[in-house]
């Protein structure tokens, strides 16, 4: 499928809009602290670590939204679930970073049970072995992708566009800095979140059945960061 092709379905895109009460708006996904560690102070330096994301924690999250996608399109059993949770815990090597992740699910997860019908009931008996208070965010991203229409390819496209309006938007909040400019940034990077999303999408399908096959990028010092992050005394955003 080419960039030109391509569409999120009307109803996933609500579901992604930051002004929904998900609570997506609330996470910074580690730039504040790296902002406080002194890593960011221009758009420029946005672009950089929007691209470091894209090539490890946010190209993992798009694999496993792509495979839950798939997952839920095919019934998968709550032992499936549980599986692919638990592989996406060990990716995540910070607690700070597992714990903001399955908040965000569950901020999701309510917002998909309030807009979609049938959502309730179907969630709750996927997601019964699952660890409490929701499955990890790009399970949940997967799910709602499916449940709204779309497709294993979309399910990792809006994680990866996740990956950095989050992010994006939260350093124009901490530095003041331009938001046409920072916006720009993320425009100019879209083209490599396409791409970096239908790879990831790919070696979904690959793993399929395999979880613990599924890409495992990871940025270190970004998290470290994470967990210094949530022994701040004074923050503006929860990650």
């Known amino acids: 499928m080419s960039t030109t092709d391509f569409e999120l379905p009307l109803r996933l ?19 504040e602290a790296a902002v406080a560690a002194g890593w960011i102070s221009a758009a420029s330096d946005v672009c950089e670590f929007l691209r470091g994301r894209l090539a490890t924690a946010t190209g993992v999250a ?5 495979y839950a996608c798939r997952l839920w399109l095919d019934d998968g059993e709550p032992g499936h679930w549980r599986l692919l949770d638990a592989e996406f815990s060990a990716r995540t090597p910070s607690e700070a970073a597992r714990a903001s992740s399955r908040t965000l699910g569950s ?18 008996d996927a997601w019964s072995g699952c660890p409490r208070p929701a499955p990890h965010h790009p399970l949940v991203l997967g799910a709602a992708t499916a ?8 399910a990792a496209r809006a994680a990866a566009l996740l990956g950095c309006t989050g992010p994006a938007s939260a350093a124009v909040r901490l530095l003041g800095l331009d938001p046409y400019a920072v916006h720009a940034v993320t425009a100019e990077l879209s083209d490599e979140i396409g791409a970096i999303a239908d790879h990831a999408a790919d070696l979904a399908m690959l793993a ?29 955003f929860a990650s």
């Open 62 to 66: 798009a694999s496993c939204a792509a």
């Open 107 to 124: 901020g999701l997860r309510r917002l998909l049970r309030a807009t979609v019908p049938d959502a309730q009931v179907r969630t709750t």
């Open 13 to 31: 895109l609500l579901l992604l809009d930051s002004r929904s009460p998900a609570g997506a708006h609330s996470h910074s996904a580690g730039m």
């Open 147 to 154: 449940l709204t229409g779309g497709d294993s390819r979309a």
């Open 208 to 236: 399929y059945g395999r979880p613990e096959e599924l890409p495992a990028d990871s940025a270190p010092a970004i998290e470290l960061l994470a967990d210094v992050h949530a022994r701040m005394e004074v923050r503006l």
